[in-house]
């Protein structure tokens, strides 16, 4: 029996230092992607705030009457979305910036945030996209004739902010790739429990 806990014992301990060394290779790589992410964190901040500014000063007014950005329910999203991604991504770079030990927690709330505000700013990108274009064509099926012809500023400064949107997006979207596959790549092989070939998942903790 004590050979039999001495082996156990042995193998429970080069598990333990397998796990060991694990974090700390991870810690080590995590170091030196730190860097990149926060800038790539930090990136959309610029992009956003310049999509919002440049919407929130949309305005024109001549012969056939005054348009504005927030005439436009899209638009209004569009700056909406703008500002809370110019946050998150502040917010982000911050976080990212400081040094702290990764648990799978804050690697599933990093991961889900990612999503969220990128879900959020391609959604207000994709539906100022859809407004533009009719704008430039109209719809012939429902008698909507073009606006553009009219506003042509206003449709060539808001079609400059759907432009840096989508800039932004394509960096939230990099971002929630890196944070998905830091989540995903923490996870251990599955270990046998037991003799029923039952499988569990082996989660740092």
């Not at 889900?112 to 064509?137: H, K, P, R």
């Not at 979207?173 to 251990?188: A, D, G």
Request: charged share 15%; aromatic share 10%.
């Amino acid at each position: 029996m004590s050979k039999m806990a001495e082996e156990k014992q042995a193998a429970a301990g080069v598990a333990e230092h397998q796990h060991q060394q694990q974090l700390a290779a991870g810690d080590s790589a995590a170091a030196r992607v730190r860097p990149v992410e926060t800038l790539l964190r930090a990136a959309p901040l610029g992009l956003c705030v310049a999509a919002m500014a440049i919407m929130l000063r949309d305005k024109q007014s001549n012969d056939f009457g005054t348009v504005a950005y927030s005439d436009l329910g899209g638009f209004k999203y569009l700056v909406i979305a703008n500002g809370l991604c110019a946050a998150y991504s502040l917010c982000s770079a911050f976080y990212t910036a400081v040094p702290r030990p990764t648990t799978l927690s804050r690697s599933w709330i990093v991961f889900l945030l990612d999503q969220v505000f990128t879900y959020l700013i391609l959604a207000a990108g994709a539906a100022s996209a859809e407004l533009l274009y009719l704008a430039y064509n109209g719809d012939k099926e429902v008698t909507w004739s073009e606006a553009c012809g009219v506003f042509g500023s206003f449709c060539h400064q808001a079609r400059t902010s759907v432009v840096i949107t989508f800039a932004s997006v394509v960096c939230f979207v990099l971002l929630s790739l890196l944070s998905s596959y830091r989540l995903f790549s923490s996870y251990e092989a599955p270990v046998p429990l037991g003799n029923k070939g039952v499988e569990i998942a082996a989660y740092p903790r």
